[in-house]
């Protein structure tokens, strides 16, 4: 004799880079364990693509998930999670108190994190007065990679020729596409310290979901923290 079958909400949401209105259901328990088993191994390349694993699992529009931009996934994850077990995440903050090892709980509803803010200038970055980048935002798939990657300067490099959309000057626009590895790097070398700054500060102002937490900790000091991207609701 078959079992019963659960029936499953339908949400929907409307995705930051895009605008487009997509519709998913929460996750399940099934879901939730690929979710736990990845935490647990504290490998953030891992927790990455079980995240991405979830997403594409609950999406009921017809998505390519591995091109999105990383403010796409934290957005829809944490769709997701709200949908799926709750509205709220509790965090542990620690007394920023010379000190003070204090350990307070704190809660944080997700009605209160601001959704990422895509715009066009955001993307555009002069260099000189005639030549500039158009920049795009690096895929969760390259996220990913990174996770567990060192800081050195070559992995920099590979990131941000990664996101390189293309290259301009007063003449022309000049795709990636129908530019050679070498020719990007050899680009990218010939930057000043402060051209460089310029591509790398894009990566620090990315869109990002981020709320600003206040609490009082015992020892009586007022205190406030900016929670900015994924790692900081889910770890």
């Known amino acids: 004799m078959a079992l019963p079958e659960l029936n499953t ?20 328990v099934k879901e939730e364990k690929i979710l736990m088993i ?23 529009t017809e998505l390519n998930v591995d091109v999105l931009p990383m403010f796409d996934i934290e957005t829809l994850f944490l769709a997701l999670r709200s949908k799926s077990v709750g509205e709220k995440v ?24 601001e959704q990422p803010v895509v715009g066009e200038e955001q993307t555009k970055i002069m260099l000189t007065d005639d030549v500039g980048v ?41 795709p990636v596409e ?30 990002s979901l981020s709320t600003t937490i206040d609490w009082k900790c015992s020892c009586g000091m007022e205190q406030s923290k900016e929670l900015r991207g994924l790692a900081s609701f889910f770890t």
Do not use: H
């Open 90 to 113: 509790d965090l542990k903050v620690k007394c920023e108190k010379e000190g003070c090892e204090t350990i307070t709980d704190v809660s944080v509803n997700f009605d209160d994190i």
């Open 134 to 174: 158009v920049m795009k935002y690096p895929s969760v798939n390259s996220v990913a990679k990174m996770a567990n990657a060192d800081e050195s300067a070559d992995n920099a490099l590979k990131l941000i020729i990664q996101c390189i959309d293309s290259i301009f000057d007063a003449d022309d626009v000049y």
């Open 178 to 207: 129908n530019e050679t590895d070498k020719s990007l790097l050899n680009f990218v070398e010939s930057l000043s310290s402060v051209q460089f700054m310029k591509l790398s500060d894009f990566f620090n102002t990315m869109p």
């Open 38 to 60: 990845a935490m647990e191994s504290e490998d953030q390349e891992a927790v990455m693509k079980a995240i991405i694993d979830v997403i594409k699992a609950c999406l009921l």
């Open 9 to 28: 909400a339908r949400y929907s949401m409307v995705l930051p880079s895009t605008g487009e209105t997509i519709e998913y259901r929460p996750y399940l």
